[in-house]
Nanobody
Framework: QVQLVESGGGLVQAGGSLRLSCAASGRTFTTFSSYTMGWFRQAPGKAREFVAG????????AYADSVKGRFTISRDNAKNTVYLQMNSLKPEDTAVYYC???????????????????WGQGTQVTVSL
């Protein structure tokens, strides 16, 4: 079983930046680098939505249209960690951000919540005007 712990959230003014981290632990030493990882977010009263995904090797990434050009997902498999660099933040980016691991190894393209089976506890990001 893998445990995921997000960090790096906080309060920032519009136009500012934050970098989220997600550290994986548990039975990861043979598996983290085999899985696509994703970032999702959930605002109050709204459904959880896909933000970004990164292939197990890090060679491919995908983004929701709402964050393209502003957010960058990356990973360091040696550290079992995935990152989300968020620039030019907007008030509508306010949400709890979650990292998650794909249900299946070496699969690319999942973006649905149901495609991901291991989730962190989330980190709050609040963007003020």
């Amino acid at each position: 079983q893998v445990q995921l712990v997000e960090s790096g959230g906080g309060l920032v003014q519009a136009g500012g930046s934050l970098r989220l981290s997600c550290a994986a632990s548990g039975r990861t030493f043979t598996t983290f680098s085999s899985y696509t990882m994703g970032w999702f977010r959930q605002a109050p009263g709204k459904a959880r939505e896909f933000v970004a995904g990164i292939m197990w090797s890090g060679s491919s990434t995908a983004y929701a249209d709402s964050v393209k050009g502003r957010f960058t997902i990356s990973r360091d498999n040696a550290k079992n960690t995935v990152y989300l660099q968020m620039n030019s933040l907007k008030p509508e980016d306010t949400a709890v951000y979650y990292c998650a691991r794909d249900n299946f190894p070496v699969r690319w393209g999942p973006t649905r919540v149901a495609d991901f089976g291991s989730w962190g506890q989330g980190t709050q990001v609040t963007v003020s005007l």
